[in-house]
T-cell receptor, first 115, second 110 residues
Framework: EAQVTQNPRYLITVTGKKLTVTCSQNMNHEYMSWYRQDPGLGLRQIYYSMNVEVTDKGDVPEGYKVSRKEKRNFPLILESPSPNQTSLYFC??????????????FGPGTRLTVL | QKEVEQNSGPLSVPEGAIASLNCTYSDRGSQSFFWYRQYSGKSPELIMSIYSNGDKEDGRFTAQLNKASQYVSLLIRDSQPSDSATYLCAVPSGYSTLTFGKGTMLLVSP
């Protein structure tokens, strides 16, 4: 089954404790992206990757890191989480970032709470 | 910053009615447009994409695009309670990102 997977689905942590949220897709997609979704603010892009070893900042990159060492994986790293990073996080992928191929498919989401 | 605007709603319609959801965008160069449906607490699901002016129909869903006026709409015919969700409009920004509207909540009452 073609899908985007994320782990963990739920995470409660404390301020300053480094964490990684994994994202993997099995569709051989070039483009991958991370979003956070907060009430009243909608989906906001954190980072994206056009291909392996190519990453760039989205609208809200502060406090986050990413890497793209393999085509299928795009982990999101919070080196020192803070309470304002409490949010619902989505990973998404698409065949490419061009036209019709920019149809993005989303993972199930990770609900993160930072105390 | 490219903008995508949607009425937040909620839009309330009775079962069996037509629901009309609208989206305006600021980037005149946009060529592709997407509608996503998101149930509460779930991930967005792509339901329609449209690339040229006019209408595109898929089952009970019709997407309408008017590039001159910079709006795209989604019509849902014969609305069902299961259509109750938030509908997100998405438009590419440049060559690398999708900009999402904040979504319109649709409530279909039995």
């Amino acid at each position: 089954e073609a899908q985007v997977t994320q782990n963990p689905r739920y995470l409660i942590t404390v301020t300053g404790k480094k964490l990684t949220v994994t994202c993997s897709q099995n569709m051989n997609h070039e483009y991958m992206s991370w979003y956070r979704q907060d009430p009243g603010l909608g989906l906001r892009q954190i980072y994206y990757s056009m291909n392996v070893e190519v990453t760039d900042k989205g609208d809200v990159p502060e406090g986050y890191k990413v890497s793209r060492k393999e085509k299928r994986n795009f982990p999101l790293i919070l080196e020192s989480p803070s309470p304002n990073q409490t949010s619902l996080y989505f990973c998404a992928s698409s065949l490419s970032a061009t036209g019709a191929y920019h149809e993005q498919f989303f993972g199930p989401g990770t609900r993160l709470t930072v105390l | 910053q490219k903008e995508v605007e949607q009425n937040s709603g909620p839009l309330s319609v009775p079962e069996g009615a037509i629901a009309s959801l609208n989206c305006t965008y600021s980037d005149r160069g946009s060529q592709s447009f997407f509608w996503y449906r998101q149930y509460s607490g779930k991930s967005p699901e792509l339901i329609m994409s449209i690339y040229s002016n006019g209408d595109k129909e898929d089952g009970r869903f019709t997407a309408q695009l008017n590039k001159a006026s910079q709006y795209v709409s989604l019509l849902i015919r014969d609305s069902q309670p299961s259509d109750s969700a938030t509908y997100l409009c998405a438009v590419p920004s440049g060559y690398s990102t999708l900009t999402f509207g904040k979504g319109t909540m649709l409530l279909v009452s039995p």
